[in-house]
């Protein structure tokens, strides 16, 4: 139980350090996907640096933050290193494929579905690795890949209002923040989109247990 400032035990830490913990924290992920996706020279380095993102948020979102939080980010990078390949690298690569349709279509009759594609595919990428924590990475990499991209189109089906609500607010953010203070987009950005992921996934999840649909 945390204290205030005169000694009084207190069920959370506050409002103000709460926020203070999360923006610290958010800005810590961030630089730490930017460290493991370099150690994976970029391209085998992106899927095992965003799982672990998304490990590293469900256990601050669960407050399970324990002494060695980011170090022990890194055993997890290479203990799941091989499972994140596996189910991640092709859909996040395909994001440069979504980003120059999304260039091309711009100002065309097109624009408009292409941008509603490509809100719907955000979606269940940001789902995708929030499912694969939140089932169980193992379980999860045992799985088929197209049983395995299923399920999270399943989770983002069952719980769409959620889902689309993150990826909405993802991108807005991330576009207001490119257009005023672009330097702060990677400090933030790859955290936030995580956490905004994670929880959408949780109250999808939460949706589907209630639903019978969780297996």
């Not at 970029?42 to 590293?56: E, K, R, S």
């Not at 009759?109 to 490509?118: K, L, R």
């Not at 996934?201 to 247990?209: D, I, K, L």
Request: glycine share 8%; hydrophobic share 55%; with cysteine.
């Amino acid at each position: 139980m945390a204290t205030d400032g005169h000694g009084r035990g207190s069920s959370s830490p506050g409002l103000i350090g709460l926020v203070t913990t999360w923006v610290c924290r958010l800005v810590a992920l961030s630089l730490m996907w930017f460290a493991q996706v370099l150690a994976g020279a970029v391209v085998a380095g992106i899927a095992p640096a965003t799982l672990t993102l998304y490990h590293q948020v469900r256990l601050g979102l669960d407050d399970q933050v324990l002494p060695g939080y980011y170090r022990r980010s890194w055993l997890y990078w290479r203990r799941h290193f091989l499972a994140a390949q596996k189910h991640l690298l092709l859909p996040l690569v395909t994001v440069v494929v979504l980003l120059f349709y999304l260039r091309l279509a711009a100002g065309t009759p097109v624009a408009a579905p292409v941008t509603v594609v490509s809100a719907v595919y955000l979606a269940w990428l940001m789902m995708l690795p929030a499912w694969m924590i939140a089932d169980g990475v193992p379980h999860a990499g045992q799985m088929g890949v197209t049983t395995s991209w299923g399920r999270a189109w399943q989770l983002v089906a069952i719980g769409a209002l959620p889902c689309l609500v993150a990826a909405a607010v993802a991108a807005g953010a991330t576009a207001l923040l490119i257009w005023y203070v672009p330097v702060v987009v990677p400090l933030v950005a790859p955290a936030g989109i995580a956490t905004l992921a994670s929880i959408a996934a949780q109250r999808a999840m939460e949706r589907a247990g209630r639903l019978g649909r969780t297996h």
